[in-house]
């Protein structure tokens, strides 16, 4: 007999809720220290606000980005730098 692989991909299988709040809520909470923000949503992304966290990263890293660069600007700009 061979072994049957399932890909469960819409939570049908699983019960993905009971997952998430057994195994995922208390990981994320003691490995990055996170706190629930949402309780009633879904999934982790929703539950954690985790968009507004990768928002404030990425925000935070193209200012240091751009900060660290040189700029090339236009002669336009630099034209009404001089004035």
């Known amino acids: 007999m ?3 692989i399932v890909f469960d991909i819409d ?3 699983t019960d993905f809720r009971s ?8 990981y994320f ?3 990055y220290y996170l706190k629930v ?6 999934e982790l992304e929703d539950i954690f606000e985790l968009d507004s966290i990768f928002f404030k990263r990425r925000k935070e890293a193209n200012a240091k980005r751009l900060l660290d660069k040189p ?3 236009s002669i336009f700009s630099i034209r009404q730098i001089q004035k």
């Open 2 to 4: 061979h072994p049957i």
């Open 37 to 42: 923000k949402n309780p009633d949503a879904l």
């Open 11 to 13: 939570g049908t299988l």
């Open 29 to 31: 909470e003691m490995k």
């Open 19 to 26: 997952f998430i709040r057994t195994i995922g809520i208390p």
């Open 71 to 73: 700029q090339i600007c």
